[in-house]
């Protein structure tokens, strides 16, 4: 299962029946009322995605790398949540896509508040969002070198460097 915002308010389950996946879109109002279905057979195997491979411990949330969405090209990443059967089997994953340009969205309304800028990475140095504009990442990677202050990739390196990540 699969909940999103973009490019429209819905949710996708893929599910095998009768040995085919199927594919399964609804979109729902602001209400969370569905206001239409889209059924096509699937044109992956979900459980070959990281998300849900990395999703494999009872209780615990998986967090993927930055990547490229398939659905709609932007990059961000996915959390995931596995469910188990009482065979200790997995029967369910549960996933969110969070792109950058919805976290770089709500970082520029934080640093209004704070007034000054505010900036996500990853363990990698990969940008995860930020609250200025300074580089299109909404379609691409980038990494903190690839910002035009190079103050940020600096001081991920000290810290890096300094074994405190």
Do not use: C
């Not at 969070?98 to 209004?112: D, H, M, P, Y």
Request: glycine share 4%; proline share 2%.
């Amino acid at each position: 299962m699969q909940v999103r915002k973009e490019p429209e308010f819905s949710v996708r389950f893929i599910e095998n029946i009768e040995g085919v996946r199927v594919d399964t879109w609804e979109y729902k109002s602001s209400e969370y009322i569905t206001t239409s279905i889209e059924t096509s057979i699937a044109e992956f195997d979900h459980r070959e995605r990281v998300w849900y491979k990395g999703a494999n411990k009872p209780f615990e949330f998986f967090w993927t790398d930055l990547y490229k969405f398939a659905s709609t090209g932007k990059i961000g990443i996915t959390i995931a949540y596995p469910y188990f059967n009482a065979f200790n089997e997995k029967v369910l994953v549960s996933a969110v896509d969070i792109s950058s340009e919805i976290v770089s969205t709500f970082l520029k309304e934080q640093s209004k508040l704070l007034d000054g800028d505010l900036i996500i990475f990853d363990e990698n140095g990969e940008v995860v969002g930020v609250s200025f504009d300074d580089i299109n990442h909404v379609n691409n990677k980038i990494s903190l070198s690839d910002l035009k202050s190079s103050m940020y990739a600096t001081y991920f390196n000290e810290i890096k460097n300094d074994k405190k990540i």
